[in-house]
Nanobody, 124 residues
Framework: QVQLVESGGGLVQAGGSLRLSCAAS????????MGWFRQAPGKEREFVAA????????AYADSVKGRFTISRDTAKNTMFLQMNSLKPEDTAVYYC?????????????????WGQGTQVTVSS
């Protein structure tokens, strides 16, 4: 059973930075795709960034390109999301997801494992 545990959320002022982590366990992840999604109150879960566990391919939502960077540490089975130049509209619960796939996955329904989420709040 795959387990994902997010951490690193918090309250930050606009323009600030946060680094989210997603610790993965329960499987060898070499054939998995991973992703970050977020969900604001009253809104649907939306794609933020995705990465193949091999690290040779990434994708970003237009709204975060140039500000967020997704990465992973294979030795620690951990995925990261470095978030810079944060804006109030980035406020949401951030979730990491995993799916057995050799290609990137950018839609929530493609994922079958999720973490519990971590709150990110950006004040103006």
């Amino acid at each position: 059973q795959v387990q994902l545990v997010e951490s690193g959320g918090g309250l930050v002022q606009a323009g600030g930075s946060l680094r989210l982590s997603c610790a993965a366990s329960g499987r060898p992840f070499s054939s998995y795709a991973m992703g970050w999604f977020r969900q604001a109150p009253g809104k649907e879960r939306e794609f933020v960034a995705a990465i193949k566990w091999s690290g040779d391919s990434t994708a970003y939502a237009d709204s975060v390109k140039g500000r967020f960077t997704i990465s992973r540490d294979t030795a620690k089975n951990t995925m990261f999301l470095q978030m810079n130049s944060l804006k109030p509209e980035d406020t949401a619960v951030y979730y990491c997801g995993a799916v057995l796939s050799l290609r990137l996955a950018v839609r929530p329904h493609e994922y079958n494992y999720w973490g519990q989420g971590t709150q990110v709040t950006v004040s103006s």
